[in-house]
């Protein structure tokens, strides 16, 4: 049925009225934020954490030593790869009584500088059977799941590292003098795994089995050669240093959160004045300037400091020229400033090639999109294979409408 | 590729036509529509018979039928040779006149009149000397070569077995060649000794001498075929004046005049139907033989008395007898005959020779010449019937065929005199007692229309008289078309032949006359070396 | 043997034309070339469209050189654009081959997609250049570049045929015949020649 658009007009407008009120307190908020973080003393900043981490309602990442700083990139390659991957995926439609999901890898390789050259493919990956189509408890066969929702997210995102890695490798002897970065979109901490009720053998094997076994190969690459690798997250929602703010702008000297707030609804607690409604990304877009980066925190998640290792996950907020955008990469490339410094300015290459996003991962996300009509067609496919096995095909009333519009 | 065309001589195909409008024929891109002369011919390969055709039309066409409002940038060479013979083309328009069955080389079956068109798309090509060969038949054949058709070098021949059957016409404006094409016919009559030939000379051409357009004198009948011609005159002095004896002299009597001489002059002698009419009176009254003497020698008392006797009033036959005195004047009319001249010259004629009147001075007047050839016309036409009837059918006792020639034949054959003179008569009856007509003259149009019905083969100089044209192409199939063809003929040696003597009309070149070469082609063969020799000294000086 | 070049493969094809996706960006060839495609059953057409066009038809070039120098640089700057563009051209079916000889009208089936299409040589170029009948169709197709075509399959085959004599004049005449009452419309075409 239409959307009534002249009643959500309405709606529209009065939303934008109250929305101008809070942008001023917004700015008022951001610049005590900017502050605390000019004020920034790491040795305070770690016995607050050691107090209060327990008692405390966020988590705040590591923080550098000097958060206030923005850096400018010198360097400026002129010859260097740049891979970008991305994925895509059709599920498992419960609809459809067949076991199979479908990952569509992108691959982009863009070479520059003295013999510019471009390497575009997409790879499709059916998994079908029961043992593809669902985790197994290594120590108990019985248990299993199956790969669907957001755990299908996550084995995409392994996918997509796996490519990353398959693809630095296959990088010609005459290449591998220059320097690469492998970029992926979105971010390195599984989120999808957070979720409750997913078991700890999921865990265990999409991470460990692959997606940080993925991370391993790489790194042992980086060892020969100039390999980085970083994601690029577009629009980042992230408070994770927010969430430090507010612990360096708490004014107890324990932050225990119950204890002190506990009765105070949102918006009343004194942290809330230098966090509340604001992003990192709010705070960073006043302090930087077209091209430079903050230090590099590192992330906060259990997961990732449970499970990561050496490929712990660490971050910092780049101004492109067109917006805020959150680069993370290993702990293994953080460590190592040189190669920092090409991510950095690799990164704001490729933001620069391609008006506001990396070109490479523009490529790439090109290369591994299912349209509607492709998927469809995949759908089609699968019908007509099944009827050669003489399997009906047969849908529910849902599935259905859904497909034929009908009046 | 332009001029392989004119090489194999293709002019292109047939595209549309019918019988009464003629075949449309689209010349082929490489024919220029400039090199299409109206009269020549053509020869068209039919999918069963070949045609053999005339071109009486040349039409410029274009297939972009608004070429002629808008047309085209032509400055451009490359544009102009593009669009010639594709968007825009000759169209030429041909009369089929014969058609010549699948093998027209073993003569197995000779030309026939056309009676269908060719069919769509047959090929159209300049008739070669072969196919003049196989439609006129060859001098081999006993044909007597007249000339050459438009742009070619064939001898197309007249059959002249057909031609001494009926009466001709020879036609054409003065100066257009009648006098060249009438002493080659007579010299083909004498040559295949089909006919003898009497000839009424007006102006000394055909005799001893002739001249040519160029004031180059040229032979003679009598220069060429000594022996078998024999030259009278009317005018001794003028015959010495050019150099030759006449073999004689020609006189009349007043008895050999006739009333019907009379009504022949008529017109010349300026008398009215009455005093002319009186003639015959007079002749009931004195008898027929003297009756000119009697009446010139009447005193005018007498003669009005006279007038009463035979009820015709006085003036008109004072008017007549002022005019017979007239006649009496001429040299060549004495009182007394003293001799019987028609007689010589019908002995001669009998004998197998040719005879040429030559009028001297008297060629000029016109009552002279009617007159002389009136009286002995009469005389030989009497003489023929009789020897005919006599003959009662045996081809051995019949008289030899007659050709009688007569020049400013409209004064013998108008309208009003064909009926009175023997001219007439001889038209008319065809080759009923063995004679027939040559007659050249230059206004056809005065001439009786039955009479020029009966003139089998015609040849027809320049004319420009609608009228003129008109008279000589009535009754002539396709001669509406034809009428383009006559116009435009060249001003000399270029004549239209049509009729019995040929199998189609077709424009000839006449066949050249005062060389040499052509002496000798023409004359008897036996003409010696020296005798040619003697001719170049006299037509170019001694060497 | 001459290695005759080869520009593409056919995706797209019908009765009347092919469309060929080349394998080099900018490689298509000239109009009005004679090209063929087939290795045993061999179709002839000639080149009526050329377009180069982002591969995905949903994503249009931007332009992307304003703080560049040169064009080239473009190209260097963005290497995927080799990738992501494409070049094609159709070709209008002008004849086929059946056996030794080569027929000028249409075939009777469409060419395979994914065909090879090739360049043609001397004797298959003379074959269509002197007997211009096929243009017919090309001139009467309602197409809006059909004179341009005409002009520069001629144009094609005189530069293909330089010693063959008269062929110039020869094909103005068969276009003369072709074109009929349209004088100006073979003026037109006929400039477009010299």
Redesign the interface.
């Known amino acids: 049925m239409a959307l009534d658009l002249s009643e959500t007009a309405l709606q529209l407008d009065s939303m934008a009225d109250g929305l101008k009120n809070s942008v001023n307190d917004s700015n008022i908020r951001s610049e005590s934020a900017s502050t605390l973080l000019d004020d920034f003393n790491a040795k305070d900043f770690e016995a607050r954490i050691n107090l209060s981490s327990k008692v405390f309602n966020w988590s705040a990442p590591s923080f550098p030593l000097r958060p206030a700083e923005s850096i400018t990139t010198l360097d400026n390659p002129v010859d260097y790869l740049a891979i970008g991957v991305d994925g895509s995926h059709i599920d498992i439609n419960r609809h459809i009584p067949v076991r199979c999901f479908l990952i569509n890898t992108g691959v ?1 390789r ?3 500088g003295e013999s ?5 493919a997409s790879t499709p990956h059916l998994f079908s059977g029961l043992t593809d189509t669902a985790i197994f408890d290594k120590s108990n066969s019985n248990r299993s799941i199956p790969i669907q929702g957001s755990i299908l997210g996550a084995v995409r995102t392994v996918e997509e590292i796996k490519t990353l890695a398959t693809a630095l490798e296959e990088i010609d002897p005459v290449e591998s003098q220059l320097p690469v970065i492998g970029l992926v979109d979105g971010t390195l901490v599984m989120l999808d795994l957070l979720r409750t009720g997913i078991p700890d053998y999921v865990i265990r094997n999409i991470l460990d089995d692959g997606f940080l076994t993925a991370l391993n190969k790489i790194k042992q690459m980086s060892r020969n050669r100039k390999v980085v690798i970083a994601s690029y997250i577009s629009l980042p929602g992230s408070t994770e240093v927010m969430d430090g703010i507010r612990l360096l702008g708490c004014p107890y000297p324990k932050s225990d959160c119950l204890q002190h707030c506990g009765n105070k609804s949102s918006g009343e607690r004194p942290c809330d004045s230098y966090a509340l409604g604001l992003l990192d990304r709010d705070v960073f877009g006043k302090r930087l300037s077209g091209g430079q980066r903050t230090e590099i925190f590192g992330s906060s998640s259990e997961l990732v400091k449970s499970y990561y290792e050496d490929n712990e996950v660490r971050f910092f907020y780049v101004n492109t020229g067109d917006e805020i955008a959150r680069v993370e990469m290993p702990k293994w490339v953080a460590e190592d400033e040189s190669s920092v410094s090409l991510v950095h300015s690799l990164v704001a290459d490729q933001c620069r ?1 391609g ?1 506001g996003y990396p ?2 991962l523009m ?1 790439a996300h ?1 290369q591994a999109v299912i349209s509607t009509s492709d998927r469809s067609y995949f759908l089609n496919l699968l019908e007509e294979v099944l009827e050669g096995q003489n399997m009906r095909f047969y849908t529910s009333r849902k599935d259905h409408s859904k497909r034929i519009r009908w009046l | 590729m332009t001029n392989s065309m004119e090489a194999t001589g293709k002019l292109g195909v047939v595209v549309t036509g019918s019988l009464a409008e003629g075949i449309k024929v689209r010349l082929d891109a490489g024919y220029s529509v400039e090199n299409v002369k109206v009269g020549s011919n053509v020869v068209i390969q039919g999918r069963d018979s070949r045609f053999f055709a005339v071109v009486t039309d040349i039409a410029l066409e274009s297939s972009d039928p608004t070429m002629q409002f808008n047309p085209p940038d032509v400055s451009d060479p490359f544009l102009r040779e593009a669009l010639a013979g594709t968007t825009v083309y000759g169209a030429v328009t041909v009369e089929p006149m014969l058609t010549i069955g699948l093998d027209p080389y073993s003569g197995n079956q000779g030309p026939l009149p056309a009676k269908t068109v060719p069919s769509h798309f047959s090929v159209v090509s300049e008739a070669r000397e072969e196919d003049i060969h196989s439609v006129f038949g060859s001098e081999a054949d006993g044909g007597f070569w007249i000339g050459s058709p438009l742009d070619m070098e064939a001898r197309l021949c007249l059959d002249v077995n057909e031609l001494v059957k009926r009466s001709n016409g020879v036609f054409g404006k003065s100066g257009t060649g009648k006098t060249f094409l009438t002493r080659l016919l007579l010299i083909g009559i004498l040559q295949s000794g089909r006919a003898s030939n009497l000839i009424f000379d007006m102006h000394n051409e055909y005799g001893w001498q002739g001249t040519s357009e160029s004031n180059h004198s040229v032979k003679g009948l009598k220069q060429l075929f000594n022996s078998k011609v024999s030259v009278f005159s009317m005018d001794m002095e003028s015959a010495k004046r050019r150099g030759f004896s006449p073999d004689h002299l020609v006189r009349f009597g007043y008895s050999d005049i006739e009333p019907e001489d009379i009504q022949l002059l008529r017109e010349t002698l300026d008398l009215t139907s009455v005093s002319a009419d009186a003639a015959y009176s007079l002749e009931a009254y004195f008898g027929n033989r003297t009756w000119f003497k009697e009446f010139v020698l009447l005193s005018t008392e007498s003669m009005n008395e006279l007038a009463g006797k035979i009820n015709v009033n006085g003036s008109a036959l004072a008017a007549l007898k002022r005019r017979l005195e007239r006649i009496m004047r001429f040299d060549f009319v004495t009182e007394n005959a003293v001799e019987d001249s028609a007689g010589m010259i019908i002995e001669r004629l009998n004998s197998g020779q040719h005879v040429v009147l030559e009028f001297g001075k008297h060629g000029n007047n016109p009552t002279a010449y009617m007159l002389v050839a009136n009286i002995l016309t009469r005389r030989i036409y009497d003489r023929y019937q009789r020897q005919k009837e006599a003959a009662m059918g045996d081809s051995l006792r019949e008289p030899p065929n007659l050709v009688i020639t007569i020049e400013e034949a409209h004064r013998f054959l108008s309208s009003s005199m064909a009926d009175q003179t023997i001219f007439g008569t001889i038209a008319r009856e065809m080759r009923k007692y063995n004679v027939t007509l040559l007659v050249v003259d230059q206004r056809p149009s005065d001439i009786d229309e039955e009479v020029m019905s009966q003139i089998g083969t015609k040849i027809a100089c320049l004319l420009d008289s609608g009228r003129d044209i008109d008279s000589v192409l009535s009754g002539v199939s396709g001669g509406r078309k034809l009428r383009g063809v006559l116009a435009r003929l060249e001003t000399r040696q270029q004549a239209l032949v049509f009729g019995h003597a040929v199998p189609m009309p077709v424009v000839i070149r006449t066949r050249e006359y005062g060389s040499a070469e052509s002496y000798a082609e023409l004359g008897p063969t036996g003409n010696s070396q020296a005798e040619i020799d003697k001719d170049i000294d006299v037509l170019f000086g001694p060497s | 043997m001459v290695t005759m070049a080869r520009f593409g493969e056919v995706v797209e094809s019908n009765t009347n034309e092919f469309v060929t996706q080349c394998y080099e960006l900018y490689s298509s060839p000239p109009l009005g070339s004679l090209v063929k495609v087939g290795e045993s059953e061999t179709i002839y057409g000639i080149v009526s469209y050329s377009s180069t066009a982002g591969l995905d038809t949903t994503r249009r070039p931007v332009a992307r050189g304003q703080s560049l120098e040169s064009e080239q640089e473009v190209y260097e700057r963005h290497p995927q654009l080799t990738r992501l563009l494409n070049t094609e051209f159709r070709s209008h079916i002008v004849g086929h081959a059946s056996g030794l000889e080569i027929n000028t009208f249409l075939s009777p089936i469409p060419p395979k997609i994914h065909s090879f299409v090739m360049s043609c040589d001397r004797e298959e170029i003379r074959t269509f250049a002197t007997s211009l009948d096929f243009l017919g169709s090309v001139l009467r197709s309602q197409i809006p570049q059909a004179d341009d075509v005409v002009a520069a399959f001629v144009r094609f085959a005189l530069a293909m045929l330089p010693d063959v004599e008269g062929l110039k004049l020869d094909a103005a005449r068969q276009l003369a015949s072709l074109l009929g009452s349209e004088t100006h419309r073979l003026e037109s075409i006929l400039r477009r020649i010299r």
């Open positions: 982009a863009l070479r520059y510019p050259n471009a390497y575009l090639l008006s070109a490479c490529e090109e």
